[in-house]
């Protein structure tokens, strides 16, 4: 059977077909950025709750609701005696901590 034949024949596999290879052909691509978004969450979580809690001095409730994302963090842990957030989120832990009033928040390696 000829690719044509193929195609005539079953036009919704052949449809399904490309669909695969183009999405395949996309994630090859786009390879690295996929790797690094589970890394994303939990660092922005961490570093944005931090900025928001310690350096403009918002209340912890209100700071929640300021990181809250479409994709949820699995575990989060605030320390106001060192200024310190941990945030965990698709497998990944990101901790951010207070430095000082001009240098802000850091995220930490």
């Not at 000829?2 to 399904?16: D, E, M, V, Y």
């Amino acid at each position: 059977m000829s690719a044509r034949g193929f195609i005539r024949r079953r036009p919704l596999t052949s449809l399904l077909l490309g669909l695969l290879l183009v999405l395949g052909g996309w994630v090859w691509h786009e390879r690295l950025a996929l790797q690094a978004f589970p890394g994303i969450i939990s660092a922005y979580t961490a570093k944005e709750y931090c900025s928001c809690r310690y350096v403009m001095n918002n209340p912890a409730d209100y700071c929640l609701g300021y990181v809250k994302q479409a994709v949820p963090v699995s575990a989060f842990h605030d320390d106001p005696q060192q200024h310190r957030v941990t945030a965990q989120g698709l497998g990944r832990s990101s901790s951010a901590v207070w430095i000082g009033p001009r240098e802000g928040c850091r995220l930490e390696p």
